[in-house]
């Protein structure tokens, strides 16, 4: 977590921003706290998909599975 604050902080930008949810996210899943695990997921992926260029990269595959997921009923 400490990892996710120090590049929240100092990377505020888009990459930066997805990747402090990123190491949020493996902090979360460490402690086993999966819903907020998933959380940061999202927020990660939904900021990778709001920017033109990962559209347009293969990120698009990704994505595209997760919305498939999140769109599947638990």
């Given at each position: ?69 999140m769109s599947k009923?638990?």
């Amino acid at each position: 977590m400490e990892k996710a604050r120090s590049i929240w902080y100092e990377e505020r930008n888009i990459i930066g921003t997805a990747i402090s949810h990123l190491y949020a996210a493996l902090a979360y899943l460490l402690r086993g706290d999966v819903g907020w695990y998933r959380t940061s997921v999202i927020w990660a992926m939904d900021i990778m998909g709001d920017h033109e260029y990962y559209r347009q990269t293969s990120l698009a595959i990704p994505l595209a599975l997760f919305e498939r997921f999140m769109s599947k009923p638990n």
